[in-house]
């Protein structure tokens, strides 16, 4: 690759906040993994003659790999509700709240409309707007310290009978080194007692060879059991409730995370990101949709023509959004609804149901690469924002990078 085409290709994995900034295969070897080549090896530019068409990457005759953005297939006849429209919308906006953290604005102990979150925001004050405000309270607030990942919060809406686990995308110079991070590590689940007992009593295969992002292995490796306890506590009191795990963007991968570790622990929780970067080896993400029954709940999707959203791993992508196709030789797990609308809000007719995240047909690099976004108007990032559509990866049915507007 030219060092023009290598300086390119640093600049849309860095400022993406997915790559770190070195030769991935000098860390790949040290664990034996010769699938994740060196950047030197990648090829952009967008060439697809005589390659299998089916193929996140693909190997060249000169030793180069192509990178082939992918969707997955559209379901014409699965219909998307509108309760899983609006349940959507409501979990976006709890999404956007954990960026209220970053000001001190969620308080844990109290209410939405007792000071749980601002009052400035309809979303925590105005009935009308969220009409579970007032009997929905903060339970606990997560905060990542030092070099942990996990910034977020726990909260329960009685009149919903839901509780939510919510994470916050990058935000901290801590958070912006994870991402970067991209190097694998091997998986270890940090529940790995509850891990063993699935295993051997064959409810689920061991994960062999299974590989995590590496930036978003910290989060397991800082996991406090108090996390748990809280957890425990709420459903003592309340065992008829669902769970829900979400997050953006990083908070996403984050969620992911928490979402199998709360399933090996018993748990049946949805588990919804909102502009996930790709974080799984193609054998971790075989086991994650095992864990959640990604296969039976696509075909019940099927029989029944509308997605089965009670439980099990979703993932929604703005179809612009090039994060969600990032790092290269890492895949999703879970099923996926697209937002195929470019403007604020989308409507329920504007979703798409694309089942198994592993399901994909490619689309053309050249013309992913020739097209511009809309960025937030950077005074320096500004034309780079644009191309790499990072107003797309905020745009999920609000702004959900911010604490304001909702």
């Not at 697809?48 to 996140?56: E, I, L």
């Not at 997560?142 to 726990?154: C, H, I, M, S, V």
């Not at 018993?266 to 970067?277: N, Q």
Request: hydrophobic share 35%.
């Amino acid at each position: 690759m030219k060092v023009a085409q290598r300086m390119i290709v640093g600049a849309f994995f860095g400022l993406l906040g997915i790559c770190e900034r070195v030769d991935i295969a000098n860390k790949a070897e040290n664990h034996s993994l010769s699938q994740f080549p060196r950047f030197g090896d990648i090829d952009m530019t967008g060439a697809t003659a005589g390659k299998d068409r089916n193929s996140h990457t693909q190997d060249n005759l000169d030793g180069t790999i192509s990178i082939i953005p992918a969707a997955s297939e559209h379901y014409v006849g699965v219909r998307i509700s509108d309760e899983l429209y609006e349940r959507l919308v409501y979990f976006s906006k709890m999404c956007a709240l954990t960026y209220c953290i970053t000001s001190n604005e969620i308080i844990d102990g109290s209410t939405f409309t007792d000071g749980g979150c601002p009052a400035r925001l309809n979303f925590c004050s105005d009935k009308q707007s969220n009409p579970t405000a007032a009997d929905t309270k903060i339970e606990l607030v997560l905060l990542a310290q030092g070099k942990e990942l996990g910034t977020g919060f726990l909260a329960v809406d009685h009149e919903k009978e839901v509780v939510i686990l919510s994470f916050r995308g990058s935000s901290t110079n801590q958070d912006w080194l994870s991402d970067f991070a991209i190097y694998p590590t091997p998986y270890e689940p940090a529940s790995k007692e509850f891990y063993d007992e699935w295993v051997a009593s064959g409810r689920i295969g061991p994960c062999e060879d299974c590989m995590l992002h590496r930036g978003f292995n910290v989060f397991l490796n800082t996991l406090s059991s108090k996390f748990f306890e809280k957890i425990e506590s709420i459903f003592e009191t309340h065992p008829g409730y669902e769970l829900v795990v979400i997050g953006h963007s990083l908070g996403a991968a984050v969620a992911s995370l928490a979402g199998i570790e709360l399933r090996l622990r018993g748990y049946e929780p949805l588990v919804l990101t909102y502009a996930s970067p790709k974080i799984f080896s193609s054998k971790l993400r075989a086991w994650v949709d095992e864990l959640f029954e990604t296969d039976e709940i696509h075909e019940r999707s099927l029989r029944e023509e509308k997605v089965m959203f009670r439980q099990g791993f979703f993932r929604v992508v703005h179809d612009e959004d090039y994060i969600t196709m990032v790092p290269p030789f890492y895949e999703p797990a879970g099923l996926e609804i697209f937002i195929n609308y470019p403007h604020l809000p989308p409507r329920r007719e504007h979703l798409e149901y694309h089942g198994p995240s592993n399901n994909l047909v490619s689309v053309d690099t050249q013309s992913l690469f020739s097209t511009t976004g809309r960025g937030q108007g950077h005074r320096l990032l500004g034309p780079l924002e644009t191309w790499l559509h990072m107003y797309e990866h905020r745009a999920y049915f609000i702004l959900i990078n911010t604490c304001d507007g909702f």
